[in-house]
């Protein structure tokens, strides 16, 4: 079993800044790659950010240049440093990883989910 722990929601005002965090444990042979979606309000969930084994990296335009995603592989573990947030960025963030375990074949695996408040 894989278990998916996110951290790093809370409230900041406009123009600050927050760092998510996502850490994989278990029986987790290979991870391939990592992204953060949010859903907000009255709003379908989004692809904002993902990261292949290779470092390559994705954003969605809403926050490209602002968000930075990273991994730390040795830690089975994905980042999401957000930057110059905006009352528009509040919504439940959550991260899905791609994960080889011992059936071989890559699953979804998706965190709790954690809030994000931006006030204005």
């Known amino acids: 079993q894989v278990q998916l722990v996110e951290s790093g929601g809370g409230l900041v005002q406009a123009g600050g800044s927050l760092r998510l965090s996502c850490a994989a444990s278990?029986?987790?042979?290979?991870?391939?790659?990592m992204a953060w979606y949010r859903r907000a309000p009255g709003k379908q969930r989004e692809l904002i950010a993902e990261i292949t084994t290779g470092h390559t990296t994705n954003y969605a335009e809403s926050v490209k240049g602002r968000f930075t995603i990273s991994r730390d592989s040795a830690k089975n573990t994905v980042y999401l440093q957000m930057n110059s947030l905006k009352p528009d960025d509040t919504a439940v963030y959550y991260c899905?990883?791609?994960?080889?375990?011992?059936?071989?074949?890559?699953?979804?695996?998706w965190g709790q989910g954690t809030q994000v408040t931006v006030s204005s």
């Open positions: 278990g029986s987790i042979l290979r991870i391939n790659s």
């Open positions: 899905k990883l791609v994960i080889f375990t011992t059936t071989l074949r890559p699953d979804d695996y």
